[in-house]
T-cell receptor, first 115, second 111 residues
Framework: GAGVSQSPRYKVAKRGQDVALRCDPI?????LFWYQQALGQGPEFLTY????????KSGLPSDRFFAERPEGSVSTLKIQRTQQEDSAVYLC?????????????FGPGTRLTVL | GENVEQHPSTLSVQEGDSAVIKCTYSDSASNYFPWYKQELGKGPQLIID?????GEKKDQRIAVTLNKTAKHFSLHITETQPEDSAVYFC??????????FGQGTELSVKP
């Protein structure tokens, strides 16, 4: 079956532009996570949804970052007024139920480069 | 909160040898420990996981061991092959359930 998909795979933005990154989770997966992965580092948590409810956004680095999942399926991560330090790979993961003790399956990521 | 340390950061082995990657965690309440393999340009792929009610789990050439008393867990790959070359990440959940990842181990298997 289809896994987690993300689009676009690559995004180049000029500093100050807004970007929107899309995640399509595995069908039927209740939980959806966004992670940020800097070059040579492990993924770092940004935010978590259970269905359409954003239950944890403690990892979002600033108020320029905003995520939504209005119908409990597709999610969008939006970054306003991008800065060079936002350059990273943004990973989306989904799991069947709640986060505790449940496998998280990752998409291929969106590589964002801010010039 | 949870803190995960992973060693070594790089590991080079000859094809056919074994590879071992070790992780320690800080939160004694953690009860689920996945390992991910990440190839260049791809997202992390779950390869094996272990839950706190068992000490060891095997899947073909891959095994994971867990020592809850010492708060560490390890990934063992036997009979390594060139296609095992990748970056491997361990992870553990914090009390909210989100995964905290180690820093990664770049494994290189030389033919």
């Amino acid at each position: 079956g289809a896994g987690v998909s993300q689009s676009p795979r690559y995004k180049v933005a000029k500093r100050g532009q807004d970007v929107a990154l899309r995640c399509d989770p595995i069908s039927g997966h209740v939980s959806l996570f966004w992670y940020q992965q800097a070059l040579g580092q492990g993924p770092e948590f940004l935010t978590y949804f259970q269905n359409e409810a954003q239950l944890d956004k403690s990892g979002l680095p600033s108020d320029r970052f905003f995520a939504e999942r209005p119908e409990g399926s597709v999610s969008t991560l939006k970054i306003q007024r991008t800065q060079q330090e936002d350059s990273a790979v943004y990973l989306c993961a989904s799991s069947l139920a709640g986060p505790s003790r449940n496998e998280q399956f990752f998409g291929p990521g969106t590589r964002l480069t801010v010039l | 909160g949870e803190n995960v340390e992973q060693h070594p950061s790089t590991l080079s082995v000859q094809e056919g040898d074994s590879a071992v990657i070790k992780c320690t965690y800080s939160d004694s309440a953690s009860n689920y420990f996945p390992w991910y393999k990440q190839e260049l340009g791809k997202g992390p792929q779950l390869i094996i996981d272990i839950r706190s009610n068992v000490g060891e789990k095997k899947d073909q050439r891959i095994a994971v061991t867990l020592n809850k008393t010492a708060k560490h867990f390890s990934l063992h790959i036997t009979e390594t092959q060139p296609e095992d070359s990748a970056v491997y990440f361990c992870a553990a959940p914090d009390q909210g359930g989100k995964l905290i990842f180690g820093q990664g181990t770049e494994l290189s298997v030389k033919p």
